[in-house]
């Protein structure tokens, strides 16, 4: 069972709120993800690292930060939410090694009123 | 243009039928890995397979790598209902991209 976790799983929220989403891993994982997803639909790279302080942008990452200051936490950071940031944003982790397997967490889903 | 392209989108089919879905890309991979998502939970991972006409099976569930690495299939066999869900393919090109997904339902 894969030990990654993000809080909270639910959140709703109003127009222009500054927001964080939190994802954590116990494995030591040095690679680390989060992906936006509307129901049933593809996913979205957002943002990306290799390591402690290594930060990547994805393709839709112009809106929102995140930051790797320890291996094991990677929160997502909207400044000023809008409606359009409404979807399920999903955490996800894997070794830095070639096709390492990603470990998802439950994701946390956003709805901006 | 996507990287990974995924068919069909969407597969409606009944209990104990067959049915394959395909991944195709016009860039090489080094590997290419399945995953199978479930509504309201993240995508886990199926199968890694990393050698051109690579085979792998898992119960009843068959991958293949194309032989030149620029596509893979999954067939299963005799699907049942909790085969149902979101398949996808994802390559890992610096970051790890996946395809847009089929959405298979298996009816009873």
Not at chain 2, 21 to 31: E, H, L
Request: net charge negative.
């Amino acid at each position: 069972e894969a030990d990654i976790y993000q809080t909270p799983r639910y959140l709703v929220i109003g127009t222009g709120k500054k927001i964080t989403l939190e994802c954590s891993q116990t494995m030591g994982h040095d690679k680390m993800y989060w992906y936006q997803q509307d129901p049933g639909m593809e996913l979205h790279l957002i943002h990306y690292s290799y390591g402690v302080n290594s930060t990547e942008k994805g393709d839709l990452s112009s809106e929102s930060t995140v930051s790797r200051i320890r291996t094991e936490h990677f929160p997502l950071t909207l400044e000023s939410a809008r409606p359009s940031h409404t979807s399920q944003y999903l955490c996800a982790s894997s070794e830095y090694i070639p096709a390492g397997e990603l470990f998802f967490g439950e994701g946390s889903r956003l709805t901006v009123l | 243009t996507q990287l990974l392209e995924q068919s069909p989108q969407f597969l409606s089919i009944q209990e104990g039928e067959n049915l394959t879905v395909y991944c195709n890309s016009s860039s090489v991979f080094s590997s290419l890995q399945w995953y199978r998502q479930e509504p309201g939970e993240g995508p886990v991972l199926l199968v890694t397979v990393v050698t051109g006409g690579e085979v792998k099976k898992l119960k009843r569930l068959t991958f293949q790598f194309g032989d030149a690495r620029k596509d893979s299939s999954l067939h299963i066999t005799a699907a049942q209902p909790g085969d149902t869900g979101l398949y996808l393919c994802a390559v890992n090109n610096n970051d790890m991209r996946f395809g847009a997904g089929t959405r298979l339902t298996v009816k009873p």
